[in-house]
């Protein structure tokens, strides 16, 4: 259930980002502030510049995924990786769902040469995905296994 929810929530964001951002992804054609080049962006961010709009963008949504533990009072290290499983899982979706939903992409257009903003790919994927959806799975993982106490 839980994974199908945050697929369904990518579906919807990325139509909702086609509608902002149209043919120009990762913001180009937004009114917002740009980071071009700084080595940081390198480690962290795959080398892609910094926006305004996603420097507000991605912590608004981290915020979104953890409305659950804030709701319930109830957080745990468990609960923390699952929320984290889910941010990653849900951005890489939504990503690829950009590309696919996106009138000015499809499917066809998912290659390094119509994308300049995913610098580095891994065979047919940007290599965030790649990396993105392994930290997930480990993260989804370690908050459904069961603790050693209880496992006997």
């Given at each position: 259930?839980?994974?199908?929810?945050?697929?369904?929530?990518?579906?919807?964001?990325?139509?909702?980002?086609?509608?902002i951002?149209?043919?120009a992804g990762?913001?180009?054609?937004?009114?917002?502030?740009?980071?071009?080049?700084?080595?940081?962006?390198?480690?962290?961010?795959?080398?892609?510049?910094m926006?305004?709009?996603?420097?507000?963008?991605?912590?608004?949504?981290?915020?979104?995924?953890?409305?659950?533990?804030?709701?319930?009072?109830?957080?745990?290290?468990?609960?923390?990786?699952?929320?984290?499983?889910?941010?990653?899982?849900?951005?890489?979706a939504?990503?690829?769902?950009?590309?696919?939903?996106?009138p000015?992409?499809?499917?066809?257009?998912?290659?390094?040469?119509?994308?300049?903003?995913?610098?580095?790919?891994?065979?047919?994927?940007?290599?965030?995905?790649?990396?993105?959806?392994?930290?997930?799975?480990?993260?989804?993982?370690l908050?459904?296994?069961?603790?050693?106490?209880?496992?006997?």
């Amino acid at each position: 259930m839980t994974v199908g929810w945050v697929l369904l929530l990518a579906f919807f964001f990325a139509n909702v980002e086609i509608q902002i951002e149209g043919a120009a992804g990762w913001a180009a054609n937004l009114p917002t502030w740009r980071i071009q080049h700084h080595w940081l962006l390198d480690i962290f961010w795959g080398g892609r510049p910094m926006t305004g709009y996603h420097a507000w963008l991605f912590p608004c949504m981290a915020l979104f995924f953890h409305f659950p533990l804030i709701f319930t009072g109830r957080w745990s290290w468990r609960a923390e990786a699952r929320v984290f499983a889910c941010i990653m899982l849900f951005w890489i979706a939504e990503d690829f769902l950009w590309f696919v939903l996106n009138p000015a992409y499809g499917v066809m257009h998912f290659a390094p040469r119509y994308i300049p903003w995913h610098i580095h790919w891994w065979g047919p994927a940007p290599s965030d995905y790649w990396v993105s959806l392994g930290w997930s799975a480990v993260l989804f993982w370690l908050s459904y296994r069961r603790p050693a106490s209880s496992r006997g």
